[in-house]
C-alpha cells in the first residue's frame, strides 16, 4: 500500500476538495490532481507539497486498469434534491452513473452516502428524510452494479444546514447527499 | 375567560454567561451565579452555595385568570450565613412564573415578622393574602438548616411546617422544593420547580449538551463536541442521559450517567442510530435505526444487548415514545403518505393511527400521567406545539412561533417546553397545558434547542 500512497494522495486530494462543503474549484482544477488516477509511484513536486497539508490521508487501494473517468467528473459529490422529495433529479443522473461505475470497477472501495435537509421540521424527522434521500442515491448505485458492501447509508438530518434561510436558493443547497469516499 | 381577563407579567433577568472552556465528559459548574454578585463579598459560603450562573433569560407572559395572592417574606438568618439570603426571591419567581400566584409586595411594609408568633393578621388580611411565607436559614456547621412556615392568613394557621438541612450546593434546590410543597398546597396539584432540564447549546461551531434547573439556573455540560448532539433523553430515574452524537460522522445513540460521566454507545449499527427513548422502568430504550434502508423502530437494553425491531414498513418510522404504562410505542410515520402520528404495541404488531387532524403530526411526548400527548404540527408551513387530551380526543395548539419543535412535560403534567426560534436565534419556551401561561428561556452566547424536561428530583435526605 505504501508503494502507492503518492497516487493515493493526488486522488485523495482531488476528492476531499468537496468533502462536505461545496467544493473548491481551484483545487479540481490543479493539473497536478485532474489526471485519470493512473497506478504510478512516481512522485511529482507538486503532489507533495500537497501532501504536506494532508496528513490524515488513508490509503485506497485503486485499481486503475480499467478506469475510464477522470478526476473532474468523479470529484462532483453532490446530488439535490426538490423540497419535501428523494428522487434524483435528471440532471445528476450522470453524476450517479459515474460513481456507480467507478465504484462497480473498484469493488474494494467504501462510499458513505450523506443524506441532507433543510432546517425546517424537527430534528429526528428531518434525520428519516435526509436518510430516505441517501437510501434514494444507494438504490441508484445498486441498479448501477454497485455492491450493498461498499455503501453505508447515514443521514445528518438539518444538522449542517444553512440557519435563517430566507428563500428558496438557500434552502436548497441543504436539500442533497454527500458521496463521501472512505478514507476521506 | 377573555384574554382582556389576563394579567401579564413580564420578568426580565438578564446575565451575561461568563466564557469558559468545556471538554467531553467534563461535569462541572460552567457559570457563577449571578446571585454571588449582588450579595456582596462578605458571603464567601454563599458564593460556594450557589455555583452556577443563569444562562437562560427569562420572559414569563400570560397568567391563570384567578391568582392567588401570597407573600414570601424574606428569611431570617443566623449564624454566618448573616445576610443576603434569596431563598425568599426564588420562590417568588418559581410562584410567579407559574401564572397561579400573585406575589404581594412587602418592600414597603415597615416591620415585618420574623416568627408566626409576630405576624400581625389584619395588616396580610389588609393586603389580601391568602398566604404568608416566613422562615429561617440557619448555618448549622458546614449545612445549612432552612426553616420554612407557610400560614393561612384567613385561617391564622399553618398550612406548611418545612425544615431542610442541606449543603450550601443545595440552596436553590431547597428553594425549589419550598416552592413546590407550597403550589401543591395551594393549587392541589405537585409543582415541578424541583426539576431539571436537558438542552443542546450551539456556539459557532461548538455543540453541548447541558441539563440545568428548570429555570436554567445551575447549568452544567454533559458533553461537548465540535460534531452536532441531538435527541436528549432523560432515563426515568434521572440518573442517565441518551442521547445521539455525531462525533464519530454518523448519528450514534449513547447512554451516559450524569454522576460518573460512564458513557456507553448504546446502538452503533450500520447506517443511522437516533431517537432514544426510554421505556418507564428504564430497563431498555426504544431507537430508529436504518442499516441500508429507512428509519425504523427497535427496542434494545440499556446496555446494549437484545435488539428486536419493533415496526417493518417501507416508510419512514421514528421518533418513538413509549406511553407511561410501558405497553404503547407512539411514533411518527409516512406511512400515510403525510407524517403523522401512530402507535404499536413495544413489542411489535399491527400499528394504529393517532392524529387525524392536520396534515403533519410528528414528536409525540407524552405527559407522565399519561393523559396528554403534545406534538408538533405543521400548521399552513408553520411549525407549532400542539396537545392532544387523549380521553377526550380534543387538540389544542398552544404555541405561537413557526418553527417551535421538541416539546416535552414537566413531570407535573401542567407545563410543556419546547424549542422556538426568535430573532432567528433558537430559544427555550414553556407553555401551560391550558395555554395560558408562556415563558421564555435564551441563552446570550448562542442557540439553544432540543430540550427534554427531566423527572422530578428527590428531596435531599
Same mark, same amino acid.
Given at each position: 500500500?505504501?508503494?502507492?500512497?503518492?497516487?493515493?494522495?493526488?486522488?485523495?486530494?482531488?476528492?476531499?476538495?468537496?468533502?462536505?462543503?461545496?467544493?473548491?474549484?481551484?483545487?479540481?482544477?490543479?493539473?497536478?490532481?485532474?489526471?485519470?488516477?493512473?497506478?504510478?509511484?512516481?512522485?511529482?513536486?507538486?503532489?507533495?507539497?500537497?501532501?504536506?497539508?494532508?496528513?490524515? +490521508?488513508?490509503?485506497?487501494?485503486?485499481?486503475?486498469?480499467?478506469?475510464?473517468?477522470?478526476?473532474?467528473?468523479?470529484?462532483?459529490?453532490?446530488?439535490?434534491?426538490?423540497?419535501?422529495?428523494?428522487? +434524483?433529479?435528471?440532471?445528476?443522473?450522470?453524476?450517479?452513473?459515474?460513481?456507480?461505475?467507478?465504484?462497480?470497477?473498484?469493488?474494494?472501495?467504501?462510499?458513505?452516502?450523506?443524506?441532507?435537509?433543510?432546517?425546517?421540521?424537527?430534528?429526528?424527522?428531518?434525520?428519516?428524510?435526509?436518510?430516505?434521500?441517501?437510501?434514494?442515491?444507494?438504490?441508484?448505485?445498486?441498479?448501477?452494479?454497485?455492491?450493498?458492501?461498499?455503501?453505508?447509508?447515514?443521514?445528518?438530518?438539518?444538522?449542517?444546514?444553512?440557519?435563517?434561510?430566507?428563500?428558496?436558493?438557500?434552502?436548497?443547497?441543504?436539500?442533497?447527499?454527500?458521496?463521501?469516499?472512505?478514507?476521506? | 375567560?377573555?384574554?382582556?381577563?389576563?394579567?401579564?407579567?413580564?420578568?426580565?433577568?438578564?446575565?451575561?454567561?461568563?466564557?469558559?472552556?468545556?471538554?467531553?465528559?467534563?461535569?462541572?459548574?460552567?457559570?457563577?451565579?449571578?446571585?454571588?454578585?449582588?450579595?456582596?463579598?462578605?458571603?464567601?459560603?454563599?458564593?460556594?452555595?450557589?455555583?452556577?450562573?443563569?444562562?437562560?433569560?427569562?420572559?414569563?407572559?400570560?397568567?391563570?385568570?384567578?391568582?392567588?395572592?401570597?407573600?414570601?417574606?424574606?428569611?431570617?438568618?443566623?449564624?454566618?450565613?448573616?445576610?443576603?439570603?434569596?431563598?425568599?426571591?426564588?420562590?417568588?419567581?418559581?410562584?410567579?412564573?407559574?401564572?397561579?400566584?400573585?406575589?404581594?409586595?412587602?418592600?414597603?411594609?415597615?416591620?415585618?415578622?420574623?416568627?408566626?408568633?409576630?405576624?400581625?393578621?389584619?395588616?396580610?388580611?389588609?393586603?389580601?393574602?391568602?398566604?404568608?411565607?416566613?422562615?429561617?436559614?440557619?448555618?448549622?456547621?458546614?449545612?445549612?438548616?432552612?426553616?420554612?412556615?407557610?400560614?393561612?392568613?384567613?385561617?391564622?394557621?399553618?398550612?406548611?411546617?418545612?425544615?431542610?438541612?442541606?449543603?450550601?450546593?443545595?440552596?436553590?434546590?431547597?428553594?425549589?422544593?419550598?416552592?413546590?410543597?407550597?403550589?401543591?398546597?395551594?393549587?392541589?396539584?405537585?409543582?415541578?420547580?424541583?426539576?431539571? +432540564?436537558?438542552?443542546?447549546?450551539?456556539?459557532?461551531?461548538?455543540?453541548?449538551?447541558?441539563?440545568?434547573?428548570?429555570?436554567?439556573?445551575?447549568?452544567?455540560?454533559?458533553?461537548?463536541?465540535?460534531?452536532?448532539?441531538?435527541?436528549?433523553?432523560?432515563?426515568?430515574?434521572?440518573?442517565?442521559?441518551?442521547?445521539?452524537?455525531?462525533?464519530?460522522?454518523?448519528?450514534?445513540?449513547?447512554?451516559?450517567?450524569?454522576?460518573?460521566?460512564?458513557?456507553?454507545?448504546?446502538?452503533?449499527?450500520?447506517?443511522?442510530?437516533?431517537?432514544?427513548?426510554?421505556?418507564?422502568?428504564?430497563?431498555?430504550?426504544?431507537?430508529?435505526?436504518?442499516?441500508?434502508?429507512?428509519?425504523?423502530?427497535?427496542?434494545?437494553?440499556?446496555?446494549?444487548?437484545?435488539?428486536?425491531?419493533?415496526?417493518?414498513?417501507?416508510?419512514?418510522?421514528?421518533?418513538?415514545?413509549?406511553?407511561?404504562?410501558?405497553?404503547?410505542?407512539?411514533?411518527?410515520?409516512?406511512?400515510?403518505?403525510?407524517?403523522?402520528?401512530?402507535?404499536?404495541?413495544?413489542?411489535?404488531?399491527?400499528?394504529?393511527?393517532?392524529?387525524?387532524?392536520?396534515?403533519?403530526?410528528?414528536?409525540?411526548?407524552?405527559?407522565?400521567?399519561?393523559?396528554?400527548?403534545?406534538?408538533?404540527?405543521?400548521?399552513?408551513?408553520?411549525?407549532?406545539?400542539?396537545?392532544?387530551?387523549?380521553?377526550?380526543?380534543?387538540?389544542?395548539?398552544?404555541?405561537?412561533?413557526?418553527?417551535?419543535?421538541?416539546?416535552?412535560?414537566?413531570?407535573?403534567?401542567?407545563?410543556?417546553?419546547?424549542?422556538?426560534?426568535?430573532?432567528?436565534?433558537?430559544?427555550?419556551?414553556?407553555?401551560?397545558?391550558?395555554?395560558?401561561?408562556?415563558?421564555?428561556?435564551?441563552?446570550?452566547?448562542?442557540?439553544?434547542?432540543?430540550?427534554?424536561?427531566?423527572?422530578?428530583?428527590?428531596?435531599?435526605?
Amino acid at each position: 500500500m505504501n508503494k502507492s500512497i503518492w497516487t493515493v494522495a493526488a486522488l485523495a486530494l482531488v476528492l476531499t476538495a468537496c468533502k462536505s462543503t461545496p467544493m473548491n474549484p481551484a483545487k479540481v482544477e490543479d493539473s497536478s490532481v485532474t489526471r485519470p488516477v493512473a497506478k504510478s509511484q512516481s512522485n511529482t513536486g507538486a503532489d507533495s507539497s500537497a501532501s504536506t497539508d494532508k496528513i490524515n +490521508i488513508k490509503t485506497v487501494d485503486v485499481d486503475t486498469s480499467k478506469d475510464e473517468l477522470s478526476a473532474a467528473e468523479l470529484a462532483k459529490r453532490q446530488v439535490f434534491f426538490d423540497y419535501d422529495s428523494d428522487a +434524483i433529479r435528471e440532471e445528476y443522473k450522470g453524476l450517479v452513473a459515474n460513481h456507480a461505475k467507478y465504484l462497480a470497477a473498484h469493488p474494494q472501495t467504501k462510499v458513505v452516502l450523506q443524506g441532507n435537509t433543510d432546517e425546517r421540521g424537527t430534528h429526528e424527522y428531518n434525520l428519516a428524510l435526509g436518510q430516505r434521500r441517501s437510501v434514494a442515491v444507494k438504490n441508484a448505485l445498486n441498479v448501477l452494479g454497485v455492491s450493498d458492501s461498499q455503501i453505508e447509508t447515514v443521514s445528518y438530518g438539518e444538522e449542517r444546514s444553512k440557519q435563517n434561510c430566507a428563500d428558496d436558493g438557500c434552502f436548497q443547497q441543504d436539500r442533497r447527499v454527500d458521496i463521501v469516499y472512505a478514507g476521506q | 375567560m377573555t384574554l382582556s381577563e389576563l394579567l401579564v407579567i413580564i420578568l426580565v433577568y438578564k446575565q451575561t454567561k461568563m466564557n469558559k472552556t468545556v471538554t467531553m465528559q467534563t461535569f462541572k459548574n460552567g457559570f457563577i451565579h449571578f446571585l454571588s454578585r449582588t450579595i456582596g463579598a462578605g458571603l464567601l459560603l454563599w458564593q460556594f452555595a450557589a455555583p452556577a450562573q443563569a444562562a437562560l433569560e427569562i420572559e414569563i407572559s400570560g397568567g391563570s385568570a384567578i391568582q392567588i395572592p401570597i407573600a414570601i417574606l424574606p428569611m431570617a438568618e443566623s449564624g454566618a450565613a448573616s445576610s443576603g439570603s434569596r431563598l425568599h426571591e426564588i420562590i417568588s419567581n418559581d410562584l410567579r412564573g407559574s401564572g397561579m400566584f400573585r406575589i404581594i409586595n412587602t418592600s414597603g411594609l415597615p416591620a415585618l415578622p420574623n416568627s408566626a408568633a409576630q405576624i400581625k393578621y389584619t395588616d396580610w388580611t389588609a393586603l389580601k393574602a391568602q398566604g404568608l411565607s416566613l422562615g429561617e436559614v440557619q448555618q448549622v456547621g458546614g449545612n445549612l438548616k432552612v426553616s420554612v412556615q407557610v400560614m393561612d392568613v384567613l385561617r391564622q394557621t399553618a398550612l406548611l411546617q418545612l425544615t431542610y438541612t442541606v449543603s450550601p450546593s443545595q440552596y436553590r434546590h431547597v428553594a425549589h422544593l419550598i416552592a413546590d410543597q407550597i403550589y401543591e398546597k395551594f393549587t392541589g396539584q405537585p409543582g415541578a420547580f424541583a426539576t431539571r +432540564i436537558a438542552y443542546v447549546t450551539k456556539v459557532g461551531k461548538r455543540f453541548t449538551l447541558q441539563i440545568a434547573d428548570y429555570d436554567g439556573f445551575n447549568a452544567q455540560t454533559l458533553v461537548s463536541s465540535n460534531e452536532p448532539i441531538i435527541s436528549p433523553a432523560w432515563s426515568p430515574d434521572g440518573s442517565k442521559m441518551a442521547y445521539v452524537s455525531f462525533e464519530k460522522k454518523k448519528p450514534i445513540v449513547f447512554v451516559q450517567s450524569l454522576y460518573t460521566g460512564e458513557r456507553k454507545m448504546v446502538a452503533n449499527f450500520k447506517g443511522n442510530n437516533s431517537a432514544p427513548a426510554w421505556a418507564p422502568d428504564g430497563s431498555k430504550l426504544a431507537v430508529v435505526l436504518t442499516y441500508g434502508a429507512n428509519s425504523q423502530i427497535y427496542t434494545i437494553s440499556a446496555d446494549g444487548s437484545n435488539l428486536q425491531q419493533v415496526t417493518k414498513s417501507s416508510a419512514i418510522d421514528t421518533e418513538p415514545a413509549f406511553s407511561p404504562d410501558g405497553q404503547s410505542i407512539y411514533f411518527s410515520s409516512d406511512r400515510g403518505g403525510r407524517p403523522q402520528i401512530y402507535k404499536v404495541s413495544a413489542s411489535g404488531g399491527s400499528p394504529s393511527r393517532v392524529t387525524f387532524e392536520g396534515s403533519y403530526n410528528v414528536s409525540p411526548r407524552f405527559s407522565p400521567d399519561g393523559k396528554y400527548l403534545t406534538y408538533i404540527r405543521n400548521d399552513g408551513g408553520a411549525f407549532k406545539v400542539a396537545v392532544q387530551d387523549l380521553g377526550t380526543g380534543d387538540v389544542k395548539v398552544l404555541s405561537t412561533g413557526s418553527q417551535d419543535e421538541s416539546p416535552s412535560f414537566a413531570p407535573n403534567a401542567r407545563t410543556i417546553m419546547y424549542a422556538t426560534r426568535v430573532g432567528g436565534k433558537g430559544t427555550l419556551a414553556t407553555v401551560t397545558v391550558d395555554g395560558l401561561v408562556r415563558q421564555r428561556l435564551s441563552e446570550a452566547g448562542g442557540d439553544i434547542r432540543e430540550p427534554a424536561w427531566g423527572p422530578a428530583q428527590a428531596a435531599p435526605k
